[in-house]
């Protein structure tokens, strides 16, 4: 099993320029996240999912849009990107967290907006 | 809102020695995480702490959770250079309906010294 992965690894965008990032799980989780992490400041949640077709914002969603179309796959779009927008975002997914289960985080995507 | 603390953020220990890490919540939670973090790396789960008085050791690691102080504890015994990574420690918090999330802390750094 891959686990959870993320492509790309790194992308450099010109503000205003726009993105998908991609994630992708083989464990056959209902749940999936998108998280930022900036330095000093933890993780943070940007939205996240509860199955396919579903998603929900988090703690700082504004300036992103998501989508679930596949169970396995989880997308998180930059329309505008703008430079605090500039982080690592970890996508992580988990069976439920109405149980015993932790989430399972992916290598991550080093994002620079110039 | 659910805030959660981490203290020290930053701790230098000595090889072969004993620390204790701290982790503070501010709202009734019942289930704890602590993950691992190697620098431009990914999160590791390390520990699911699931009640009140629970548990959980791993080598030289063993993290406790008391939900009436609200308090989780990282006990590391004898460090070793290999210990060192940031330790974020996640809390629970059920949502409406089938939604819930993890809110992470900042991260305590560790750097073992010879």
């Known amino acids: 099993n891959a686990g959870v992965t993320q492509t790309p690894k790194f992308r450099v965008l010109k503000t205003g320029q726009s993105m998908t990032l991609l994630c992708a799980q083989d464990m056959n989780h209902e749940y999936m996240y998108w998280y930022r992490q900036d330095p000093g400041m933890g993780l943070r949640l940007i939205h996240y999912?509860?199955?396919?077709?579903?998603?929900a914002k988090g703690e700082v969603p504004d300036g992103y849009n998501v989508s679930r179309l596949k169970k396995q796959n989880f997308l998180l779009g930059l329309e505008s990107a703008a430079p605090s927008q500039t982080s690592v975002y970890f996508c992580a997914s988990s069976y439920s967290l109405n149980g015993p289960y932790e989430q399972y985080f992916g290598p991550g995507t080093r994002l620079t907006v110039t | 809102e659910l805030k959660v603390e981490q203290n020290p953020l930053f701790l230098s220990m000595q090889e072969g020695k004993n620390y204790t890490i701290y982790c503070n919540y501010s709202t009734t939670s019942d289930r704890l995480y602590w993950y691992r973090q190697d620098p431009g790396k990914s999160l590791e789960s390390l520990f699911v702490l699931l009640s009140n008085g629970a548990v959980k050791q791993e080598g030289r690691l063993m993290a406790s959770l008391d939900t009436k102080a609200r308090l989780s504890t990282l006990h590391i015994t004898a460090a070793v250079h290999d210990l060192s990574a940031t330790y974020f420690c996640a809390v629970f918090t059920p949502l409406t309906g089938a939604n819930s999330k993890l809110t992470f802390g900042k991260g305590i750094t560790l750097s073992v010294r010879p």
């Open positions: 999912s509860v199955g396919e077709g579903t998603t």
